[in-house]
């Protein structure tokens, strides 16, 4: 299955009361899918989701897949810090109506590389659908060191990763040594490094915005325009950077409100942009001629 090139980590609208707003997910939904995203996923970090229940994620994808049928694939994010809770978490994600799963490195409990290839062996067991891994070392204290990636990359079902590391050497081995194994930029910033080394495209959050300009960056990269695609990459630095002036989304759903488009509060322990950060946020927006 493609699962898309410009795949974006979609935000969780809320209501003022904090309440999941499912409407406006689904209209988030549709605006993304007509302005540049092949892809969603829906209840990944972007999303949420340590603060949402099972229901609130079921009713979630459930809704974003009512939209997203037949135009672009639904990704579920289904990882947790539990192998068990991420198990039934993916198998209600398939039974709704996911394409496929983003499962991210279990966090906080910091597990060995063994256990790591466990617990997502044991997932990827647990279900008939494509999985892509997530390595964001930064969120989660620990690695999906190289020799495990490749690894899990025998798994059938595991099909690429998502990688948020950091670290260009290692994804230019990775694309070396793994040649049928995807990988999506997990940062906006570094993208178009990524391509350059082997990525197939990016998880991205700044395409809530700029997801027309993403994709003719990457189709630029692909026809060789180096300098066509630098450009684009040049004038979209800024909202790269606003976007993650403090914890994702608490700048991107500050951005979609300005913008007119479904997004509400985060929800605690996060807090809604300061005034300082708003400043920053559309000053950004405004440099791409968008307020």
Same mark, same amino acid.
């Given at each position: 299955?493609?699962?898309?090139?410009?795949?974006?980590?979609?935000?969780?609208?809320?209501?003022?009361?904090?309440?999941?707003?499912?409407?406006?997910?689904?209209?988030?939904?549709?605006?993304?899918?007509?302005?540049?995203?092949?892809?969603?996923?829906?209840?990944?970090?972007?999303?949420?989701?340590?603060?949402?229940?099972?229901?609130?994620?079921?009713?979630?994808?459930?809704?974003?897949?009512?939209?997203?049928?037949?135009?672009?694939?639904?990704?579920?994010?289904?990882?947790?810090?539990?192998?068990?809770?991420?198990?039934?978490?993916?198998?209600?994600?398939?039974?709704?109506?996911?394409?496929?799963?983003?499962?991210?490195?279990?966090?906080?409990?910091?597990?060995?590389?063994?256990?790591?290839?466990?617990?997502?062996?044991?997932?990827?067991?647990?279900?008939?659908?494509?999985?892509?891994?997530?390595?964001?070392?930064?969120?989660?204290?620990?690695?999906?060191?190289?020799?495990?990636?490749?690894?899990?990359?025998?798994?059938?079902?595991?099909?690429?990763?998502?990688?948020?590391?950091?670290?260009?050497?290692?994804?230019?081995?990775? &694309?070396? +040594? /793994?040649?049928?194994? *995807?990988?999506? $930029?997990?940062?906006?910033? @570094?993208? =178009?490094?990524?391509?350059?080394?082997?990525?197939?495209?990016?998880?991205?959050?700044?395409?809530?915005?700029?997801?027309?300009?993403?994709?003719?960056?990457?189709?630029?990269?692909?026809?060789?325009?180096?300098?066509?695609?630098?450009?684009?990459?040049?004038?979209?630095?800024?909202?790269?950077?606003?976007?993650?002036?403090?914890?994702?989304?608490?700048?991107?759903?500050?951005?979609?409100?300005?913008?007119?488009?479904?997004?509400?509060?985060?929800?605690?322990?996060?807090?809604? &942009?300061? +005034? /300082?950060?708003?400043? *920053?946020?559309? $000053?950004?927006?405004?440099? @791409?001629? =968008?307020?």
């Amino acid at each position: 299955m493609e699962l898309g090139r410009v795949i974006t980590a979609m935000a969780t609208p809320f209501r003022k009361d904090g309440s999941l707003d499912l409407e406006g997910a689904r209209r988030l939904a549709a605006h993304l899918l007509d302005h540049g995203s092949d892809g969603l996923v829906v209840a990944g970090t972007t999303g949420e989701s340590p603060t949402l229940t099972h229901e609130e994620k079921r009713d979630l994808w459930a809704a974003v897949a009512d939209v997203a049928r037949g135009r672009a694939p639904l990704i579920a994010g289904t990882g947790t810090y539990s192998t068990a809770e991420s198990i039934e978490l993916s198998r209600t994600a398939e039974e709704v109506g996911a394409d496929a799963l983003l499962v991210v490195t279990p966090y906080y409990s910091k597990p060995p590389q063994s256990g790591l290839a466990a617990h997502f062996k044991a997932i990827a067991a647990s279900t008939a659908l494509p999985i892509v891994l997530y390595d964001i070392p930064g969120r989660t204290a620990r690695k999906i060191e190289h020799a495990t990636l490749l690894e899990l990359a025998e798994v059938p079902n595991i099909v690429g990763v998502k990688d948020a590391a950091a670290d260009l050497a290692g994804t230019a081995k990775l &694309a070396a +040594e /793994a040649p049928g194994f *995807r990988i999506w $930029s997990g940062d906006d910033a @570094l993208t =178009l490094p990524m391509l350059a080394v082997g990525a197939v495209g990016v998880v991205s959050v700044a395409s809530h915005i700029v997801g027309h300009r993403l994709a003719e960056m990457l189709a630029a990269h692909d026809k060789g325009d180096v300098e066509g695609a630098a450009q684009i990459n040049r004038e979209l630095s800024p909202i790269f950077e606003a976007l993650f002036i403090t914890s994702n989304p608490i700048p991107l759903k500050a951005a979609l409100e300005m913008l007119g488009l479904p997004a509400g509060p985060v929800r605690l322990p996060l807090v809604d &942009a300061t +005034e /300082a950060e708003r400043n *920053r946020v559309s $000053s950004a927006l405004a440099g @791409l001629g =968008l307020v």
